[in-house]
């Protein structure tokens, strides 16, 4: 599990990322299903890309839902914009 301090608001939150598998710039995320997980990953990923310098393409990104029904799948794309 991940732990994170966001300075603007100075609240500690977690994140439960169990399996991540990197390959070369490939990166395999694994996390628990929900609106929350999907927006605080969504958030760590914006402030990489802000931090880094780099982009991350979520057009390219694919997001793969398991034991999830459609309405919860499609709004949990939505938030991730893959």
Known sequence: MF????????TSFFIRCPHRL???DDTLI????????AKWLKEI?????????LSINFSKSTFVPI???DFE???IAS????
């Open 67 to 69: 034991a999830m029904n």
């Open 3 to 10: 732990s994170f301090r966001r300075i603007d608001q100075r």
């Open 22 to 24: 990197q390959y070369a």
């Open 79 to 82: 938030i991730l914009n893959c």
């Open 30 to 37: 694994i996390v628990q299903g929900g609106d929350s997980q």
């Open 45 to 53: 990923l914006t402030v990489f890309e802000f931090t880094i310098g």
């Open 73 to 75: 799948s499609q709004r």
